[in-house]
């Protein structure tokens, strides 16, 4: 019997042994969790308060580790650092070390639209040169942060936001759509008083939030006064207060858009002449297309440079965007005569536009300054670079919008399933929709980088040509809100625009 007994009590030894086991396991995670007495300091998070566990304290005599309470015995020495991973390092006195708090250096949160609360993918935040890019869900995360940042969070076919967060920790973004209604004003008009009082007045009378702003024409010349040296060294700088005009129009909640014409540029060409596309036709002379306009080499950095500077001149006068038009290699024939400072490729042509983009997105990055790039209409239905280095799906990685030039008048040839180019002429609206449909499809359903713009004017091609009025407009501006475009944009060069045709809002 008894040793039946003994038999049946020996399940229990397992149950003792697990019980004492699992006791010896824990006792040193509660002891770790405790403070200890012997510990003379301790790491915490400025903002909130908790320990810091695994910090580094290092002295010129050793090194010590904070545990899980953020306590640690400091080496010996006067002074000390402090490091841990997400946090700023701190510089110490011996004096200093039984409360030492780290302020946080990694900056993180969601964008979201402030409509509907959705994940906003693809956000760009900014502090000074350093971008992300929120995810799928919105979230971003920037590392190494300084205290009190300027982070600047921009989406296409959003406002952007400065902020200025106190705490380097959490930073959730709420964005507004804003879907631009713009038309074009001239440097001639915005010169012309008269002229320019009665089409800004005439903005909120048609609902339009948005203008276009020549700054830098086709022949080179600037609609202001410019502080960058070279403007004024070749004589492109104008005259006119025109950061009186943005401020006028800022207080009017106006997004203001700087249009800058690049490569197609005679006062630059004439001054720099060695920077300039030569024609090997006429000797090496300055390249010189049909209708009297001279081009600058795309491949020069010093043109680079040039024209980032006045993108960086354009945030500083308050705008919003800057619009790149004739961004693009001349089209003339072969282009066998043109002569360059690299060779020319299909592959050299494209890489020589993201040079320059690149360059003016670095540039104008801390100001959150927005940058757009006009192209031809007949670019979302054409692949590849076709000599003048444009291409659409490599441009839309490079820019915030993209504007193609859906005139219907400008297509001779006409669209697929549309027909010639009467067909075109006559059904605005099939055109821009059938255009911009072809450009999502090729950018993958993305439309929010899509920017059209739009004709305003009488087809030009016949004496006996169609003329565009307020049905023709509307028609247009509905097939781009249709679509899902980012707004649109109208084209008159006479800046008349007393048509009608506004009353659709997207």
Do not use: C
């Amino acid at each position: 019997m008894r040793r039946r007994r003994r038999r049946g009590r020996l399940w229990l030894w397992p149950l003792v042994l697990l019980t004492f086991g699992g006791v010896a396991l824990l006792v040193p995670r509660l002891v770790d969790a405790l403070p200890q007495p012997w510990e003379r300091g301790r790491i915490i998070d400025e903002y909130t308060g908790q320990p810091i566990a695994g910090a580094v304290i290092r002295s010129s005599a050793g090194s010590a580790t904070s545990r899980e309470t953020g306590g640690f015995v400091p080496p010996q020495g006067e002074r000390f650092t402090v490091e841990a991973e997400g946090y700023l390092p701190r510089e110490v006195s011996a004096a200093e070390v039984s409360a030492v708090a780290l302020r946080p250096s990694v900056l993180a949160g969601g964008v979201v639209d402030a409509a509907d609360g959705q994940p906003i993918a693809g956000a760009s935040i900014s502090i000074g040169t350093m971008v992300v890019r929120s995810n799928a869900e919105g979230i971003y995360r920037i590392p190494n942060v300084e205290p009190e940042p300027v982070v600047v969070v921009k989406a296409p076919g959003y406002a952007r936001r400065i902020l200025r967060p106190v705490r380097t920790s959490r930073l959730d973004v709420q964005l507004t759509r804003q879907p631009v209604r713009a038309v074009y004003m001239s440097a001639a008009t915005l010169a012309y008083d008269p002229g320019r009082e009665q089409l800004l007045s005439s903005l909120s009378r048609n609902g339009l939030n948005a203008i276009v702003i020549d700054l830098k024409t086709d022949r080179g010349t600037l609609s202001y006064a410019s502080s960058v040296a070279l403007a004024r060294a070749i004589g492109a700088s104008g005259g006119g207060d025109l950061a009186a005009v943005v401020r006028r129009l800022k207080a009017q909640d106006v997004y203001v858009i700087g249009r800058i014409v690049v490569f197609r540029d005679r006062v630059l060409a004439q001054a720099r002449p060695e920077w300039a596309i030569k024609d090997r036709r006429r000797g090496d002379a300055v390249y010189t297309d049909p209708e009297g306009g001279q081009w600058i080499d795309p491949f020069r950095r010093e043109v680079w440079d040039y024209h980032a500077a006045l993108a960086e001149e354009a945030a500083a006068l308050g705008f919003d965007e800057v619009q790149f038009d004739y961004l693009r290699f001349p089209i003339d024939g072969t282009g066998d005569h043109f002569v360059y400072s690299a060779p020319a490729t299909p592959e050299s042509r494209p890489a020589a536009l993201q040079g320059f983009l690149n360059l003016v997105n670095e540039r104008v990055r801390p100001t959150g300054l927005f940058v757009s790039v006009n192209v031809f209409g007949y670019l979302v239905w054409n692949g590849g670079e076709l000599g003048y280095g444009q291409d659409l799906e490599h441009l839309a990685t490079l820019v915030d919008y993209i504007s193609p030039t859906l005139y219907p008048s400008t297509f001779g040839g006409g669209v697929p399933g549309l027909g010639d180019r009467n067909n075109a002429i006559a059904n605005p609206y099939e055109l821009v929709r059938r255009s911009l449909e072809e450009a999502k499809r090729r950018l993958k359903g993305d439309a929010v980088r899509l920017r059209p713009w739009l004709q305003y004017f009488d087809d030009y091609a016949y004496q006996t040509g169609k003329r565009y009025d307020a049905l023709e407009i509307t028609a247009q501006l509905r097939a781009a809100v249709d679509a899902g475009a980012s707004g649109w944009m109208f084209w008159d060069p006479t800046n008349l625009y007393a048509r009608g045709g506004f009353e659709r809002r997207p």
